[in-house]
């Protein structure tokens, strides 16, 4: 198949998609299928010859919300490709926050040394952690909780055992889970549904000493929410990769909080990104050639 790639050429990409036997072209009106690499702004308006379009990107809550998820092409993303780094990321941020690493980060000073001791937490000590959103991802992570000897709870829609989980909980039925899990990490795809889906109720729900974990997208959570449990004592602290708003202004109060961490989206990163988008296309190209739905389809009526 011929394919071209928009707005950013990635020679590393291209090379490796050539290397399968599809041949690069520059114009649009040439191309089979399209990489893109470019916001819902950027998107051209899709030819009729353009077959099926690869997106670099995990989350494709931008385009749907743009309604730029056109069912006139069959559309793929990396849902699952970034397992291994964001899981590792967000095991990074857990044990941080479990740590007690914003709080010396903070202050600047030894001196809160006793105050770190009373406040640290142990992930090994037989907690339970809720896997949001019980995807690729999810189970990346399974692995790296285990040596740990954590008690693990995959939370998905379908309710379909996750391999390495204790329990699988279909979202429908997870009422007991958010009173029974010690910490959470969030990884669901953003749709209306999940939209501000851990809010002031589901926070009020949790043990005082529950932690969140957001790798998913930004306004999976109720930022005012999370600021108001934090100061509350509702729950015990809160690590962001993803925010919203995003960028997370500065002055913003969670920048400031000993319990609240925060990255900028760099669980994953664009070095990541570029580096596996290649292999990714190769293995959906494949799939739509033999006539199969692709690895990583999106649903375009679902939205992810």
């Given at each position: 198949?011929?394919?071209?790639?928009?707005?950013?050429?990635?020679?590393?990409?291209?090379?490796?998609?050539?290397?399968?036997g599809?041949?690069?072209?520059?114009?649009?009106?040439?191309?089979?299928?399209?990489?893109?690499t470019?916001g819902?702004?950027?998107?051209?308006e899709?030819?009729?010859?353009?077959?099926?379009?690869?997106?670099?990107?995990?989350?494709?809550?931008?385009?749907?919300?743009?309604?730029?998820?056109?069912?006139?092409?069959?559309?793929?993303?990396?849902?699952?490709?970034y397992?291994?780094?964001?899981?590792?990321?967000?095991?990074?941020?857990?044990?941080?926050?479990?740590?007690?690493?914003?709080?010396?980060?903070?202050?600047?000073?030894?001196d809160v040394?006793?105050?770190?001791?009373?406040g640290?937490?142990?992930?090994?000590?037989?907690?339970?952690?809720?896997l949001?959103?019980?995807?690729?991802?999810a189970?990346?992570?399974?692995?790296?909780?285990?040596?740990?000897?954590?008690?693990?709870?995959?939370?998905?829609?379908?309710?379909?055992?996750?391999?390495?989980?204790?329990?699988?909980?279909?979202?429908?039925?997870?009422?007991?889970?958010?009173?029974?899990?010690?910490?959470?990490?969030?990884?669901?795809?953003?749709?209306?549904?999940?939209?501000?889906?851990?809010?002031?109720?589901?926070?009020?729900?949790?043990?005082?000493?529950a932690?969140?974990?957001?790798?998913?997208?930004?306004p999976?959570v109720?930022?005012?929410?999370?600021?108001?449990?934090?100061?509350?004592?509702?729950?015990?602290?809160?690590?962001?990769?993803?925010?919203?708003?995003?960028?997370?202004?500065?002055?913003?109060?969670?920048?400031?909080?000993?319990?609240?961490?925060?990255?900028?989206?760099?669980?994953?990163?664009?070095?990541?990104?570029?580096?596996?988008?290649?292999?990714?296309?190769?293995?959906?190209a494949?799939?739509?050639?033999?006539?199969?739905?692709?690895?990583?389809?999106?649903?375009?009526?679902?939205?992810?």
């Amino acid at each position: 198949m011929k394919f071209a790639m928009l707005p950013e050429t990635w020679e590393n990409t291209i090379a490796e998609v050539e290397k399968e036997g599809h041949e690069f072209v520059r114009e649009l009106s040439d191309a089979d299928f399209l990489i893109f690499t470019g916001g819902p702004g950027d998107l051209p308006e899709i030819p009729d010859n353009l077959k099926w379009i690869q997106l670099p990107f995990a989350g494709v809550d931008a385009f749907s919300t743009a309604g730029a998820l056109s069912d006139k092409v069959r559309w793929a993303n990396a849902s699952g490709t970034y397992g291994p780094t964001v899981a590792e990321s967000s095991m990074g941020l857990l044990l941080a926050v479990l740590h007690q690493h914003k709080t010396v980060t903070l202050a600047k000073t030894w001196d809160v040394r006793d105050e770190v001791a009373a406040g640290t937490d142990w992930l090994h000590a037989n907690k339970t952690v809720a896997l949001v959103g019980a995807g690729g991802i999810a189970k990346e992570m399974i692995p790296m909780l285990k040596p740990f000897r954590t008690r693990i709870i995959a939370v998905n829609n379908s309710g379909r055992p996750v391999a390495g989980a204790d329990e699988t909980v279909p979202m429908e039925q997870a009422d007991h889970v958010w009173g029974e899990a010690d910490y959470f990490i969030v990884l669901l795809p953003l749709t209306e549904q999940t939209h501000h889906f851990f809010n002031k109720d589901l926070f009020a729900r949790m043990k005082k000493t529950a932690v969140v974990v957001n790798a998913g997208r930004g306004p999976l959570v109720n930022t005012d929410d999370l600021v108001a449990a934090l100061q509350d004592g509702e729950i015990a602290g809160a690590a962001l990769d993803v925010t919203d708003p995003e960028p997370l202004p500065d002055g913003h109060p969670l920048w400031d909080m000993n319990n609240a961490l925060i990255t900028p989206h760099t669980a994953n990163t664009p070095e990541r990104i570029e580096a596996l988008t290649g292999a990714l296309t190769v293995e959906n190209a494949r799939a739509f050639e033999a006539g199969e739905r692709m690895p990583h389809e999106v649903d375009v009526a679902a939205g992810y």
